[in-house]
């Protein structure tokens, strides 16, 4: 009797031990990594890092062409990629009565999500470099982003539209709207929520890719602001990319480090956005 | 003819949805047809020994076999970090039930999980590889099992919360329960936790391997490129490739229309197919379990 109290006992002294032991370890590599990218960072930015354009291929200077770049090509990318993503969700929602279609539409937005970003780089270098012929062009990258966030921004909105308590529809029919008018009236304005939140998710995410763009959109050295559509730019992580490729050089590490930390805080600027813009408008649409 | 201008405005708002929805459904279906359509050359071309081992695209041999080993032996090694890890803290954070404790970490891992490839690519660069190479006495540490270990980490958060909703979505009252009846914590999860949440789990794992399988950046920094087998076959201390850091490093050197290009593509095509069946299985298990992605 006391025997096997013993073993049972000792069992559960030993799993609780290597819960906490692996609880431990995860925490201990999470908070390495936060804490490095964040001290080496640190030591890297400066008013003159952050203010002037890259020199030495980068070893010297700032990032302001780079940072620039990666906030042009994700903001034009997210005014592709809205009408489409509300347009879709708009089509599923109020206008799609067949159940196949509903369901393919779904799988094939979840196939988009599951693609993996390399290959979504060489879609574009095929379809739009070569076959339409556009050349290495920042806009092409904006489109190929736009792309990638589709699914995001899509099962976001589509996820707010289905939350709408039907009481408001129901309301407003009742009112003699038709439904256009309750589609511009109660639905666009109820699922702004989505729609914003998952732009500001697509954001964060897009702006940290590189295998997307480095093929179709990018050029290292010699790149300023775009003059026309047909020109590369140069990002933040296809800058991080060739520093990283240089690292016996102290010198590019360290700048590569200051990029990475400036990445980085501009994901969490998104992603936090997003989680305010989503308590923040569900309450204004609630009132 | 008030309610002709509103049944026009409606066919305006019905035919821009069709338009959008329409191109969102075939967006998919044009990747898809274009990687086939590329990879068709070097199916046509003959004795490129596409199943063999040897990657020379000097004498036409486009053998793709060690760089789909390579992805395989990396992911194996990035599940073998990151499951027994994610999984035991992930019991320990459900457990637990402090709420707040439960928030913080939650918001913590989302943090990580939001870090882009590219900066783990750099840390595997400025740390890993040095650390293996001084552990292990090798002149480079850019080898299979850095990248293995850097993509276990990249994994890590995504499989925690992941496997912690499911954990956390089996009812209270099953573990008031099972523990009113005096079982221990590991009796409770072994007997009570693990069958209902094991499908909600096994989808966090599958949608934790098809992103070691498609991610290429951060491989790419740390692996070596070496397009041979391990010597001996198992050997994580030797460099390697795989499909995705292959892609990475030819792409931009090969020519489009070759068959050297079209290899490549083929390998892209190989990748998404396993990582759309990958999700399309995981999404589907979730679905079982109630659980919402």
Known sequence: MSRTFNIRYAKERGFAFIMRLSLLICAGILTFLLVSIFVKGIGAISLEFLFTSAREFGRSGGIIYQLLGS??????????????????????????????????????????????????????????????????????????????????????????????????????????????????????????????????????????????????????????????????????????????????????????WGASLVLILLVSAFSLLALFARSYLRRQGRK | MRSLRGLRKLQGLRLYALACGTVSLTIVFTIIATLFLQSLPVLMAENTNLMGTHWNPGKGQFGILPMLFGSLFVMSIAVAVAFPLGLLAAIYIAETRSSKLRRVLKSFLELLAGIPSIVYGLIGVAYLNIWVADLFDLQSGRVILTAGILLGIMILPTFLTLTEDAISAVPVKFRENAKSLGLYRHEVFFSIILPQAKTGIAGAGLLALGRALGETMAVMLVIGSLDRLPKPLLNPLSSGQTITSKLGREVPESAFGSVHFSALVFMSLIIVCITVTLTIVSRYLFRKTGADV
């Open chain 1, 71 to 256: 906030l042009l090509m994700v903001l034009v990318a997210i005014l592709i990629v809205v009408p489409v993503a509300v347009g879709t969700s708009l089509f599923q929602y109020a206008f799609n009565t067949k159940k196949g279609i509903a369901y393919l539409l779904e799988q094939s937005l979840y196939a988009l999500n599951a693609i993996p970003s390399i290959t979504y780089g060489i879609f574009g270098l095929i379809f739009f470099v070569n076959v339409l012929n556009t050349g290495i062009s920042w806009f092409v990258g904006s489109i190929i982003l736009a792309i990638m966030m589709l699914p995001t921004v899509t099962l976001s909105t589509y996820q707010a539209m289905t939350a709408i308590p039907k009481i408001y529809q129901e309301n407003a029919a009742a009112l003699g709207l038709k439904k256009s008018q309750i589609i511009r009236r109660v639905t666009l304005p109820q699922s702004l929520q989505g729609i914003v939140t998952g732009s500001l998710i697509g954001l964060a995410r897009a702006i940290g890719e590189t295998a997307p763009i480095m093929f179709i959109a990018t050029a290292f050295s010699g790149v300023s602001v775009p003059r026309s559509l047909a020109e590369p730019v140069s990002t933040l992580p296809t800058h991080i990319l060739e520093l990283a490729q240089q690292s016996t050089d102290p010198q590019a590490l360290q700048n590569a």
